[in-house]
Antibody, heavy 122, light 107 residues
Framework: QVTLRESAPALVKPTQTLTLTCTFS??????????VSWIRQPPGKALEWLGV???????YYSTSLKTRLTISTDTSKNQVVLTMTDMDPVDTATYYC??????????????WGQGTLVTVSS | DIQVTQSPSSLSASVGDRVSISCRAS??????LNWYQQKPGKTPRLLIF???TLQSGVPSRFSGSGSGSDFILIISSLQPEDFATYYC?????????FGQGTKVEIK
């Protein structure tokens, strides 16, 4: 059974760095085709993809946010960590991690965490 | 970045109606197009991947078609549980991008 769960502080102050942790089970991030993505959704708005780490440890990021984002992994703990620097109130959103399959002719998010709401406010 | 545009942004329909949602990419993305359903306060759910492959467990009233830059999601007979927001997403090249969503409301 595949599960993912995000954890993060509910409130961060402007200019602070946000650290989000995705703890997953039911698959291995070292298995070819397995990846974990980060996606966010501001209240009442659309989904926005942030970045992905694949089974080889390669990482890809949103163009607009790549200078602020870092994805890392601890495969021994089945965790993927996203750090986002210089937080701003516009970064207030529900942040999701999702298992991502890259299977040659297609890539997709098949399992999602329940999401964690992060509010940026002083 | 590849832009993905959905239309309409919202629609009203009745139970039993046939509903179609369009998704257009700013360039050729072959069949690298996925559809997700999101109900209020809930996590998105994968419906269709690779433009037309139904995810396991998704009812057969959902179907997807298209390739290149134009895609369609069809719900053949709308059910009460289908009232939600639908998103398309291109996975042809990173950065992957979502459409802005289509909200399907009860008429």
């Amino acid at each position: 059974q595949v599960t993912l769960r995000e954890s993060a502080p509910a409130l961060v102050k402007p200019t602070q760095t946000l650290t989000l942790t995705c703890t997953f089970s039911g698959f291995s991030l070292t298995t070819r085709t397995m990846c974990v993505s980060w996606i966010r959704q501001p209240p009442g708005k659309a989904l926005e993809w942030l970045g992905v780490i694949d089974w080889a440890g390669d990482k890809y990021y949103s163009t607009s946010l790549k200078t602020r984002l870092t994805i890392s992994t601890d495969t021994s703990k089945n965790q993927v960590v996203l750090t986002m620097t210089d937080m701003d109130p516009v970064d207030t959103a529900t942040y999701y991690c999702a298992r991502t399959l890259m299977v040659g002719t297609t890539n997709y998010f098949d399992y999602w965490g329940q999401g964690t709401l992060v509010t940026v406010s002083s | 970045d590849i832009q993905v545009t959905q239309s309409p942004s919202s629609l009203s329909a009745s139970v039993g109606d046939r509903v179609s949602i369009s998704c257009r990419a700013s360039q050729n993305i072959r069949s690298y197009l996925n559809w997700y359903q999101q109900k209020p306060g809930k996590t998105p759910r994968l419906l269709i991947f690779g433009a037309s492959t139904l995810q396991s467990g998704v009812p057969s009233r959902f179907s997807g078609s298209g390739s290149g830059s134009d895609f369609i999601l069809i719900i053949s007979s709308l059910q009460p549980e289908d009232f939600a927001t639908y998103y398309c997403q291109q996975s042809y090249s990173t950065p992957w991008t979502f459409g802005q969503g289509t909200k399907v409301e009860i008429k």
